[in-house]
């Protein structure tokens, strides 16, 4: 179990950490930086920040990583 949690943790705080770069980025250059979870055929729209997004993905992350760190190795 350690041996998939770990680098499934490193990964995903890696990928919040690139998305929430990727949402200063798009801040500076003057884009919107949200992502749309309505329906726009409908006029429903939920916006949610990258950097929400990135939040969520680095905080998933450091609970792989702390699980890891209290799983036991299951290979010989």
């Not at 680098?7 to 930086?33: D, Q």
């Not at 969520?56 to 209290?70: D, E, V």
Request: glycine residues 12%; charged residues 10%.
């Amino acid at each position: 179990m350690q041996a998939i949690l770990r680098p499934l943790g490193w990964l995903l705080c890696a990928a919040g950490l690139a998305i929430i770069a990727g949402h200063f980025v798009m801040v500076y250059m003057g884009l919107s930086a949200t992502l749309n979870l309505g329906d726009s055929a409908k006029f429903e729209f939920i916006l949610v920040p990258f950097w929400a997004v990135g939040l969520g993905a680095m905080a998933i992350g450091a609970i792989c990583l702390a699980l890891s760190r209290g799983a036991k190795k299951t290979s010989k």
